[in-house]
């Protein structure tokens, strides 16, 4: 694992946050140095492209990519933004970075903004009162103070002005069009795309809109080189990922930290964690955090990685790894998440709005032992109908909770359309089954 790499998390247990002298002396802002001093903005992007680094915010698209369609947009100005704002509260990656690595942050949303063009970015983030916030303000005076941002950054004719947005505004903050809106002070709600944000985004130019631990390994790609980056992950998938994990008996507030390579297994992964898992102890293991699937304990060896986890019918979403106890029902869990998300909607689109509201009933009765054998087509067709109706990236993960469940635990919906909760732990959550009366014959 790089070096700084091992840094950083190690910084996660220091009382407080690293400096902007500690970070210089371990060799911070020289990444940012080199590109303003002696390259140029293709050339910066032409490294990330070399890296291969793809975006970690769930999607996984190619950084370059993004970064080079608005370094090439003839429409000025353009924007960055740097999306800190953890969709799923219980995620340590982004508060982590904030409160203990501050500077790295800084220095990648220069060096995106130098590649982009832009003069002016954004670092949207929850709680405008935490410490991870103050903390991140702090290092913006520092840097300010050392010419690192501002009106010549590192003495160069690159300019730079970063604001800090807090948000408190529940999971759909996090998807990035419904950003834009905040900013602009309109109503947190996702935009159609296309046009997408790299042509048509903040204030309708083109804007670069990248995670936080996206833009964390900038630094390391521009010092190290592209080629460095690849010795760690898969080729299709190079570099580390961070990951918050959670055990059986570890509630919402707690959660594990580590980062392991692109590539290793769900089980290694957990291993590194602490984590012994087996059937005595577990049922499955939640990957991607609240719109993520379970998998269960014979999957433990699917691979973390974009497209693995995709055809395994879930995502990396969060960056999180949940293991449910072994008294878990599925339905029961399905059910449970699936009223949580629908809490969570924006409700800007139908299907969305109406459509997990509808699973997370339709699951209610199968787990009151109410369900009949047509219920299991209405949730197979709310799987499809869900996603390819939604406007945004949550209507077409929502249903991944329940998808997963019934495609790799069955068994637990048939023996609950039979009457009997297969680990004797679900409760009925009504008494009565609705059903649709006709007025007219």
Wanted: hydrophobic share 40%.
């Amino acid at each position: 694992m790089p070096e700084s790499k091992q840094r950083l998390l190690a910084d996660a247990r220091e009382p407080a946050r690293l400096t902007v002298e500690a970070y210089r002396r371990r060799g911070g802002y020289a990444a940012l140095q080199q590109a303003v001093s002696s390259m140029t903005p293709d050339q910066v992007i032409t490294e990330i492209l070399t890296a291969g680094l793809r975006g970690r915010g769930g999607a996984g698209t190619l950084t370059a990519e993004k970064l080079s369609i608005v370094a090439h947009s003839t429409d000025e100005p353009h924007y960055l933004v740097c999306n800190a704002y953890d969709a799923d509260a219980r995620s340590r990656i982004s508060r982590t970075l904030l409160a203990r690595d501050p500077h790295r942050v800084i220095e990648g949303i220069a060096l995106a903004a130098y590649a982009v063009g832009a003069s002016e970015a954004f670092l949207c983030m929850r709680g405008a009162e935490s410490a991870a916030a103050a903390g991140i303000r702090a290092a913006l005076a520092d840097a300010l103070d050392q010419h690192l941002i501002g009106a010549s950054v590192a003495d160069s004719r690159f300019a730079l002005t970063i604001t800090v947005v807090g948000i408190d505004l529940g999971f759909m903050a996090g998807e990035e069009t419904t950003l834009l809106e905040i900013i602009k002070g309109r109503r947190a709600m996702p935009q159609q795309r296309p046009p997408y944000p790299t042509q048509f985004g903040l204030y309708d130019k083109p804007t670069a809109i990248q995670n936080i631990e996206t833009l964390a390994n900038l630094p390391d790609i521009i010092a190290q080189g592209g080629r460095a980056f690849r010795t760690l992950g898969l080729p299709a998938d190079p570099g580390t990922k961070l990951l918050t994990v959670f055990g059986p008996e570890v509630g919402d507030d707690g959660g594990t930290l580590i980062e392991v390579p692109l590539g290793t297994s769900i089980g290694d992964a957990l291993r590194q964690a602490g984590l012994t898992v087996a059937p005595t102890t577990a049922r499955g293991v939640v990957v991607g955090g609240l719109l993520g699937g379970v998998l269960p304990l014979s999957m433990l060896d699917t691979r973390l990685a974009f497209d693995a986890l995709d055809a395994a019918g879930t995502m990396m979403g969060s960056g999180m790894l949940e293991v449910l106890p072994a008294n878990t029902c599925m339905v029961n869990w399905a059910m449970r998440r699936s009223t949580q998300l629908a809490r969570e909607s924006c409700g800007k689109c139908v299907p969305c709005r109406v459509g997990v509201k509808r699973i997370a009933g339709t699951l209610e009765g199968i787990a009151s032992d109410l369900g009949v054998k047509d219920d299991l087509g209405l949730l197979d067709e709310f799987g499809r109908y869900v996603p390819d109706g939604s406007l945004c990236g949550f209507g077409v993960h929502a249903v991944h909770p329940v998808v997963t469940a019934m495609k790799y635990f069955a068994g637990d919906f048939s023996a609950h359309l039979e009457g009997k909760c297969p680990t004797g732990t679900c409760e009925p959550a009504r008494a009565h089954r609705f059903t649709t009366k006709h007025v007219l014959p």
